[in-house]
């Protein structure tokens, strides 16, 4: 090829190249300036949320709503498999609550055996609002958060007296406060401890001490002033949870009676014998003299130490009772301030105490439970009253499990759970009150599996 022809290709090509670069500038600009339009609509999310406001609407005017929404068999056997089976729609169903108790309720445990055991007993058969509620627990050493005890835990439970003034023990605690649930600490502290220097007592439950002598005879509720205290919970399960009480024990059959189950009811150190009748009346040793012979029903009373204590009668089967503390409930005092410090807020501020002794010494009122924290995150120290097992009875029962229900983790928690791809979720506020009132929310999702 000569020179000439090979100069004239050369300038063909930068010619070629540069119409290109023109080109693919243009493309650009013209994207730029005039983008295409394009339309995506959202039919199908709208469909699937109409869907799922509709099946909620439908369970909750046919009476399904409450009863099927704690439960996993319910929801889908009776009702959601009957409506829109994945077999013909395709679409797969998925649920949660939140903002109630769970119905399992994980606790991490530092404690004893017999600590467990009694935990475990105070959740026998336990009923919210007529679901069953259960305990699972585990047992922590409390040296980290990161263990699977108090990972998977709604709650943790510090039972007897464990020296938590370290920063490591304080900051375990704070990890486990921000990433899992609440803090119960039932305990006495020794008699020459002071709290003055404990940041963890202060600091994680709000407490302190002062040194004060004094023979309190009980602990009296302080009643919250509204719904916004973070006292207002466990207050308000002490005095509606129906606490579930056993007649295990054959009675003598009497006239009119033909299979007499017995049991104890024990409150402020005594034990009241009730006796069911035919597994539908109740009769109760109700002024504390050892015989059984006041029929009782709703509201009734039980002597103890010079007054009258107010209790409601919830329900009856063959062999147990459910009973829930009417107000006011005075405790015999537990917080044993004779010969020890005197536990109380560290601030002062009794709209965080539960219990205070009727005992005061000057501008202080001495304390047998003290809450700590938000409504979100508490915590609570409350006085060892197992150190004399003697002197525990179903009061205290109640008190122990009112306060685990009102720290437990509260967020939510799946009824059912397919692995899903694609969905979407509607949320409806739920209302029981066989107990006492309660609301919660309810997630239903609908998705579908690609």
């Known amino acids: 090829m000569k020179v000439g022809e090979m100069v004239k290709s050369k300038k063909a090509f930068v010619s070629f190249v540069e119409m290109i670069v023109v080109l693919v500038t243009l493309f650009i600009a013209f994207s730029i300036f005039f983008p295409g339009f394009s339309y995506r609509n959202r039919w199908t999310e709208a469909l699937m949320k109409l869907k799922a406001r509709d099946l909620i609407i439908t369970a909750d005017r046919s009476g399904m709503f409450f009863p099927c929404a704690f439960s996993a068999a319910c929801l889908k056997n009776t009702f959601l498999d009957l409506i829109i089976p994945t077999n013909r729609t395709n679409i797969i169903p998925w649920t949660e609550i939140e903002g109630t108790v769970k119905s399992q309720i994980s606790i991490s445990c530092n404690c004893s055996t017999q600590n467990i055991e009694y935990l475990y007993s105070a959740f026998n058969s336990l009923t919210i609002n007529g679901r069953d509620i259960a305990a699972k627990i585990c047992y922590t050493d409390l040296e980290s958060a990161v263990n699977p005890c108090m990972q998977s835990s709604d709650i943790l439970v510090i039972w007897g007296y464990k020296d938590l003034s370290s920063t490591k023990y304080r900051e375990v605690l704070r990890q486990y406060l921000q990433s899992y649930g609440g803090v119960l600490e039932i305990t006495d502290f020794p008699s020459s401890y002071s709290l003055s220097g404990d940041y963890t007592q202060q600091q994680i439950f709000g407490i302190s001490d002062y040194i004060g002598i004094g023979s309190p005879a009980y602990d009296l509720f302080i009643k919250p002033a509204n719904a916004s205290l973070i006292t207002y919970q466990p207050y308000k399960f002490f005095h509606y949870l129906p606490l579930r009480l056993t007649a295990a024990t054959a009675g003598v059959s009497t006239a009119g009676c033909a299979q007499n189950m017995t049991g104890n009811f024990t409150i402020r150190t005594k034990a009241y014998p009730f006796s069911v009748c035919n597994g539908a009346t109740v009769y109760f040793d109700t002024n504390g003299d050892g015989r059984i012979d006041s029929q009782v029903s709703g509201t009734f009373k039980l002597l103890s130490i010079g007054e009258w204590l107010n209790f409601t009668l919830k329900s009856v089967s063959q062999q147990n009772i459910k009973v829930s503390f009417n107000q006011p409930y005075k405790f015999l005092d537990f917080a044993k301030t004779a010969s020890t410090n005197n536990i ?87 209302v029981a009150a066989t107990d006492f009132y309660e609301i919660f929310r309810f997630n239903l999702g609908l998705g579908y599996p690609y």
């Open 344 to 430: 109380i807020s560290s601030d002062d501020n009794y709209d965080r105490v539960l219990l205070k002794t009727d005992f005061e010494a000057g501008p202080h009122k001495a304390s047998a439970v003290v809450m700590n924290g938000t409504r979100q995150v508490q915590t609570v120290w409350m006085a060892d009253f197992s150190r004399d097992v003697s002197k525990a009875g179903d009061d205290h029962k109640n008190l122990v499990l009112s306060l685990i229900l009102a720290l437990s983790n509260k967020k939510a928690f799946s009824v059912i759970s397919p692995n899903v791809k694609t969905g979407f979720v509607t949320s409806y506020l739920g």
